[in-house]
Structure formats: structure tokens, C-alpha cells
């Protein structure tokens, strides 16, 4: 597994993480290749080399979500609920305190006008602007290619 490290200039609150996973699929035993999360001012990720590595990777989770606030976008419904069954798997006991993005814009869309919820629309709408390499639907293939190098 490798740990890549990002400096942020913002000091971040130590009882909040924000959370993000990434997977081979949507289905629930699609494997997790990799976790970004905040801690203190930096944004972690962890990336698999061998998808033998989930259970590791769970157990960094594990320790580092433990007793913290978990910030997603769209976790309640993909990542949160993708950690409690594999969470089950690995006989890990995940418990949440989360806040999701999506679900408060969702609850509170009809104050602003925007022509979707997805995360980029969001993260623009309020003034949130970010390089992204890689669509989400490229992740699969460039996870494989960089499993199997050329």
C-alpha cells in the first residue's frame, strides 16, 4: 500500500475528517483501492498495490474515523454504507457520526438554483474550484493500469 501526503494551509478541525473512497465498482463487494482523508493539515490517501491490502486499509480507517465527525458528499448512501458491510467482513465495528453534503444541499436545493447535485456542480456553485485529472469513470481503468504497469 502507499501513503501519499498533501500539505493544505488550513489548520482543520482534529474532530472532523473528511472522507473519500474510491472502488473497482458500485456493488457492495466491489473492492475499496483507495482512501483519502484530512488529518490535522494534511489530506491523506492510501492507495492499494495488491487488492489483498483492503483489510488494512479498513483498519486505518477504522483507527482514524474512530470517535470523529465523518464529512462526505453522497457518504450516507455509497461510502459510509460500503465501510459498515465491509466493515462486517473484516469483523471491524464501524459507528458514524457523519455529516453529508449531498444530503443537506438535497434537503435545502429549493433555496438555490443549480441544474444538478453532483459534487462538481456544487463545489462551483459555491465558488469551490479544484483540478480534477481524472473523471470518475476513468478510475477503474487507470487503477488497473497502474496495477500492471506497461
Known sequence: MKKYINKT???????????DLETLGLS??????SASFTKEN?????????????????EIIYKETRDKLIVTYNGDRFDLKLLKYKGEKYNINFEF?????YQVA???SYLFESENLK???????????REEDI???QVI???KNYLEPI
Open 42 to 58: 494534511q489530506i491523506i490517501t492510501y492507495v492499494l498495490t495488491n487488492l489483498k491490502e483492503e483489510i488494512e486499509l479498513m
Open 97 to 101: 457520526k457523519s455529516l453529508d453534503y
Open 141 to 143: 481503468d487507470c487503477y
Open 135 to 137: 473523471k470518475g469513470s
Open 119 to 129: 459534487q462538481s456542480t456544487m463545489e462551483k456553485f459555491f465558488g469551490l474550484y
Open 106 to 108: 438535497k434537503k435545502y
Open 28 to 33: 457492495k463487494n466491489s473492492p475499496i483501492i
Open 9 to 19: 494551509e488550513k489548520i482543520l478541525n482534529e474532530n472532523v475528517i473528511y472522507l
